[in-house]
């Protein structure tokens, strides 16, 4: 491996786009969890395809890792260059390129962010419904197979994204899919891609998948007494097929927080947020059978709105409900955990989840896209207090046995990267051995995003 070489290769085919700036290096060297800083060796600013094919044939040639970067809003350190190198920041492929209404699909730079690409829908009757909450780029939520708060009604990434564009390890540029809605022709290389966390290429271009934005739209929240009961109503609400376009759970501690951050006013209970697509009658019938629903399951009053004020209120609270558990405990910092379950199973694993971290040392609020079955865990810690960060670790690692017990995932939505590689395994079996053939197919020299995701090499 010479990284100095190809450092020296990419900056004469990028000139100035190419830095070894501490400044640029440090702020690629960093992520939204408790990953120590691990700047890489030089950052370089790609604008075309072409730029990126090159850069990997150079860093192929002396054997320099390669790191892709979007937005960075990565909770599992996707893309911190723990073995050194070059971070590829696609902040500059930030193009729409091509937007076909009456296929209700469009094509887009990497670089692009999803909020970006909804404000350049609006004047087109479509939008672009997966909402992770950050405002990721488009190409780093396909790398990591993103979901979010829509998921229960539009899918994920894998399920929105139509084709890519990728330049694989050696500079090969590839193209999977088409802008047909189905295939039978071949391996399903687009999904292979999407999720593989920049580990077998890196992504230039995306076809994506657009919906046709709903006529109305209404949004409520209602309480609850207990944990259960909401989690209760979340299971029965997806089985009596109400069709619901978000489903969020919030627990009491999340409803202090909030409240102290965005000047909301929740009791202090377990709380569903809940939005509905459609015209405006359905919108309006599909609150009531909800409402119905709350009221059978014991919680309520459930208070809805169709007012755009109000939804945008609502949701850009949850949205920040991050950020609103950070500011409750002065000083933390969060390991921010997830887990997936079947559905029948979501009350059992949210009820056995608090308790766990109800007799830890640290706090944990509960927040969760749980029409899906993920919930998340924001394990906040203290670095001046010892034994924390251990106890945090100790809680997500029990997290996931539980997850797997009940027959699901390690991650629902945020992924693998280094934070979760040792679950690998105990979840794939021999599956997770031939990820990483997959892997030494395509990338034999171990160049693209090496010690994350699949089996070490050596």
């Given at each position: 491996?010479?990284?100095?070489?190809a450092?020296?290769?990419?900056?004469?085919?990028l000139?100035?786009?190419?830095?070894?700036s501490d400044?640029?290096?440090?702020?690629?060297g960093i992520?939204e969890s408790?990953?120590?800083?691990?700047p890489?060796?030089?950052?370089?600013?790609?604008e075309?395809t072409?730029?990126v094919s090159?850069?990997?044939?150079?860093?192929?040639?002396?054997?320099c890792?390669?790191v892709?970067?979007?937005?960075?809003?990565?909770l599992?350190?996707?893309?911190l260059?723990?073995r050194?190198?070059?971070?590829v920041?696609?902040?500059?492929?930030?193009k729409?390129?091509?937007v076909?209404?009456?296929?209700?699909?469009?094509?887009?730079?990497?670089?692009?962010?999803?909020e970006?690409?909804?404000?350049?829908?609006r004047a087109?009757?479509?939008f672009?419904?997966?909402d992770p909450g950050a405002?990721?780029?488009?190409?780093?939520?396909?790398?990591?197979?993103a979901s979010?708060t829509?998921?229960?009604r539009?899918?994920?990434?894998?399920?929105?994204?139509l084709g890519l564009e990728?330049?694989?390890a050696d500079?090969?540029?590839i193209?999977?899919?088409t802008?047909a809605?189905?295939?039978?022709?071949g391996?399903?290389?687009?999904r292979l891609?999407?999720?593989?966390?920049?580990?077998l290429?890196?992504?230039?271009?995306?076809?994506?998948?657009?919906?046709?934005?709903p006529?109305a739209?209404?949004a409520?929240?209602?309480?609850?007494?207990d944990?259960?009961a909401?989690?209760?109503?979340?299971?029965a609400?997806i089985q009596?097929g109400?069709?619901?376009?978000?489903?969020e759970?919030?627990?009491a501690?999340?409803a202090?927080?909030?409240?102290a951050?965005s000047?909301?006013?929740?009791?202090l209970?377990?709380?569903?947020?809940?939005e509905?697509?459609?015209?405006?009658q359905?919108?309006?019938d599909?609150?009531t059978?909800?409402?119905?629903l709350?009221?059978e399951m014991g919680?309520g009053?459930?208070r809805w709105?169709?007012?755009?004020?109000?939804r945008?209120a609502l949701?850009?609270?949850?949205?920040?409900a991050?950020y609103?558990?950070?500011?409750?405990?002065?000083?933390?910092r969060a390991?921010?955990?997830?887990?997936?379950?079947?559905i029948?199973?979501?009350?059992?694993a949210?009820?056995?989840?608090r308790a766990d971290?109800a007799?830890?040392?640290i706090?944990?609020?509960?927040?969760?896209?749980?029409?899906?079955?993920?919930?998340?865990?924001i394990?906040m810690v203290n670095?001046?207090?010892?034994?924390?960060?251990a106890?945090?670790?100790?809680?997500s690692?029990?997290?996931?046995?539980?997850?797997?017990?009940?027959?699901g995932?390690a991650?629902?939505?945020h992924?693998?990267?280094?934070g979760?590689?040792?679950y690998m395994e105990?979840?794939?079996g021999q599956?997770?051995?031939a990820?990483?053939?997959i892997?030494r197919?395509?990338?034999?020299t171990g160049i693209l995003?090496?010690?994350k995701l699949?089996p070490?090499?050596?």
């Amino acid at each position: 491996m010479n990284v100095d070489r190809a450092i020296t290769a990419v900056s004469g085919i990028l000139g100035d786009r190419l830095t070894r700036s501490d400044a640029d290096r440090k702020a690629h060297g960093i992520s939204e969890s408790y990953f120590p800083v691990t700047p890489p060796d030089a950052v370089a600013y790609p604008e075309t395809t072409e730029e990126v094919s090159r850069i990997l044939a150079a860093c192929s040639e002396h054997g320099c890792p390669v790191v892709g970067w979007g937005a960075g809003t990565s909770l599992e350190g996707h893309a911190l260059a723990v073995r050194g190198g070059i971070c590829v920041d696609f902040s500059r492929m930030d193009k729409l390129l091509s937007v076909n209404d009456a296929d209700m699909d469009a094509t887009v730079q990497p670089g692009l962010t999803r909020e970006a690409l909804n404000r350049e829908l609006r004047a087109t009757g479509l939008f672009f419904p997966v909402d992770p909450g950050a405002n990721a780029s488009l190409g780093g939520m396909a790398a990591t197979r993103a979901s979010g708060t829509t998921t229960v009604r539009y899918g994920t990434m894998a399920d929105n994204v139509l084709g890519l564009e990728v330049v694989l390890a050696d500079g090969r540029v590839i193209r999977t899919g088409t802008r047909a809605r189905k295939t039978a022709a071949g391996y399903d290389m687009t999904r292979l891609f999407v999720g593989s966390e920049g580990t077998l290429g890196l992504i230039t271009e995306l076809t994506l998948r657009l919906h046709g934005q709903p006529e109305a739209i209404s949004a409520g929240v209602c309480a609850f007494d207990d944990m259960g009961a909401a989690v209760d109503t979340v299971i029965a609400t997806i089985q009596f097929g109400i069709p619901v376009a978000r489903i969020e759970f919030v627990d009491a501690d999340t409803a202090a927080a909030v409240n102290a951050y965005s000047g909301m006013d929740f009791p202090l209970k377990p709380h569903l947020l809940v939005e509905f697509h459609g015209s405006p009658q359905s919108v309006a019938d599909d609150a009531t059978r909800f409402g119905e629903l709350v009221e059978e399951m014991g919680g309520g009053p459930f208070r809805w709105s169709p007012k755009a004020e109000d939804r945008s209120a609502l949701w850009e609270m949850r949205h920040k409900a991050y950020y609103a558990i950070l500011a409750s405990r002065k000083g933390a910092r969060a390991v921010v955990t997830d887990i997936c379950v079947p559905i029948s199973r979501l009350a059992e694993a949210v009820e056995e989840t608090r308790a766990d971290i109800a007799a830890s040392p640290i706090p944990g609020p509960i927040i969760g896209h749980v029409g899906d079955g993920n919930f998340h865990a924001i394990l906040m810690v203290n670095d001046e207090a010892p034994g924390e960060l251990a106890a945090a670790k100790a809680l997500s690692h029990r997290m996931v046995e539980r997850a797997l017990r009940l027959g699901g995932t390690a991650t629902g939505e945020h992924g693998v990267g280094m934070g979760k590689t040792d679950y690998m395994e105990a979840e794939h079996g021999q599956t997770w051995a031939a990820m990483g053939d997959i892997k030494r197919a395509l990338d034999p020299t171990g160049i693209l995003n090496p010690g994350k995701l699949v089996p070490p090499s050596n």
